[in-house]
């Protein structure tokens, strides 16, 4: 069975210095990874995939993450966090080749002090 | 070109009433999802619309019920509405199926039972 696993519930950052947000996955194949950030009584915003190809994917906002397939990870990263990219992140997987919809972990908050 | 628009933004019902709530998917997409959210579960799939078919459940009781129709648009209902059914109701849509894109998510309704 898929499954996506988000350790913290919080993280804490001061501004200006760099964040992590991680997520662990679980598929029988290869893996579709994607993160998205949700801003309070709002939907889900995508912010970036993995489908194949580099590690290192850019993505919005200048957020990027890297896909490790050995340690089934997809961990969210910034150099310089924004107050303003405090909102909830929610990482997401599916199986490549498969119709099944999207796999969420519980969600990250992520919380950025001045 | 236009969002995914879910319609009403807010309502409140009463125990025992049913509720449909309304999905219109961006132009082209034929994929239509639908998830809860709430604060204690985080993210749940309910269903998955493709061509007019249910393609893929969740695990939730048979109160609640969809439909998709030939223009992609989608509703959901809930019967016998339940305190515990409060929450933000995501609908998302994607070109087709199992596609590599990943979703885009509506603004949400925010059910709230009494």
């Known amino acids: 069975a898929q499954s996506v696993a988000q350790p913290e519930d919080q993280v804490n950052v001061a501004e200006g210095n760099p964040l992590t947000v991680k997520c662990t996955y679980s598929v029988s194949g290869n893996p579709y990874l994607f993160w998205y950030v949700q801003y309070p009584n709002r939907g889900l915003q995508f912010l970036l995939k993995y489908i194949t190809g580099d590690n290192l994917v850019k993505g919005s906002y200048g957020f990027e993450a890297e896909f490790n397939k050995s340690q089934t990870s997809f961990h969210l990263k910034k150099p310089s966090a924004l107050v303003s990219d405090s909102a909830l992140y929610f990482c997401?997987?599916?199986?490549?080749?498969?119709?099944?919809?999207?796999?969420f972990g519980k969600g990250t908050k992520l919380s950025v002090k001045p | 070109k236009a969002g995914v628009t879910q319609t009403p933004r807010y309502l409140i019902k009463t125990r025992g009433q049913q509720v449909t709530l309304s999905c219109s998917p961006i132009s082209g997409h034929r994929s239509v999802s639908w998830y809860q959210q709430t604060p204690g579960q985080g993210l749940q799939f309910l269903f998955e619309y493709f061509s007019e078919t249910q393609r893929n459940k969740g695990n939730f009781p048979g109160r609640f019920s969809g439909r998709q129709f030939s223009n992609s648009r989608s509703e959901m209902n809930v019967s016998t509405l339940e305190l515990g059914d409060s929450a933000l109701y995501l609908c998302?849509?994607?070109?087709?199926?199992?596609?590599?894109?990943?979703?885009?998510f509506g603004s949400g309704t925010r059910l709230t039972v009494v």
């Open positions: 998302a849509s994607t070109l087709r199926l199992g596609d590599n894109y990943g979703y885009t």
């Open positions: 997401a997987v599916r199986e490549a080749g498969s119709q099944g919809n999207l796999i």
